[in-house]
């Protein structure tokens, strides 16, 4: 079953935050994150693996919560580059390198 | 800087012909996967390669079937394009081996199937 991400749209303005997450029906291991923005391939963001451990990159942080079967993604202080959509990818099994990816949350950035 | 190329960026084909997609990657990663990318539907994976001559299907194998006869290079066959097959095609590769990182993408091919 693919990952269930939430919500499947936002818009914001330059400068504010945002949070996108990634809920499963099954037990998380690990979670990846990925960016893809218009008419390009998608782009690895951060791997969290089990421990609640929190990861980032540039101004974009994530948590993983294994008992909740989650994963969120925080946007701080959102700049224009941060335009496209998201996508969570979670393992079908433990220690499996194959991933199934939620449908993608799309956020735009207006100035 | 790990580069993930794919023959074409746009295909345009007839129902019933025989298309390859191919892909190679140019770090040495023993990982290769082969997805669709549909409006609403996400990445949904196609094909998942180990290993040469290895290979796992993933959620939607019908239709399709791959080749790895070298270790930067995968390939997609459709036997026999049907039009519920145009789609974007993306292949990526990872390291394996238990390292836990990010899959890197090609650019994809955008298959057209008339």
């Known amino acids: 079953q693919q990952p269930v991400q939430s919500p499947q749209a936002v818009i914001l303005r330059e400068g504010e935050d945002a949070v996108i997450n990634c809920s499963s029906s099954?037990?998380?291991?690990?979670v990846h994150w990925y960016r893809q923005k218009h008419g390009e391939a998608p782009v690895f963001l951060m791997i969290l693996l089990k421990g609640g451990e929190q990861k980032g990159h540039e101004k974009i942080s994530a948590s993983f919560n294994e008992k909740k079967q989650q994963s969120s993604l925080y946007l701080t202080a959102s700049q224009l580059s941060y335009s496209g959509t998201y996508f969570c990818?979670?393992?079908?099994?433990?220690?499996?390198?194959?991933?199934?990816f939620g449908t993608g949350t799309r956020l735009t950035i207006i100035p | 800087d790990v580069k993930v190329t794919q023959s074409s960026r746009y295909l345009v084909k007839r129902t019933g012909e025989k298309v390859f997609l191919e892909c190679v990657q140019d770090?040495?990663?023993?990982?290769m996967f082969w997805y669709r990318q549909d409006p609403g539907l996400g990445l949904r994976l196609i094909y998942f390669?180990?290993?040469?001559?290895?290979?796992e299907k993933g959620d939607i194998p019908e239709g399709y079937s791959v080749s790895r006869e070298k270790k930067e290079r995968f390939s997609l066959i459709l036997e026999s394009a049907s039009t519920n097959q145009t789609s974007m095609y993306l292949c990526?590769?990872?390291?394996?081996?238990?390292?836990?990182?990010?899959?890197?993408f090609g650019p994809g091919t955008r298959l057209t199937v008339t």
């Open positions: 770090m040495d990663h023993e990982n």
């Open positions: 990526a590769s990872s390291p394996g081996g238990g390292r836990r990182l990010g899959q890197y």
């Open positions: 990818g979670t393992p079908t099994n433990f220690g499996n390198e194959k991933l199934t």
């Open positions: 390669s180990y290993d040469v001559k290895m290979k």
């Open positions: 099954k037990a998380l291991y690990s």
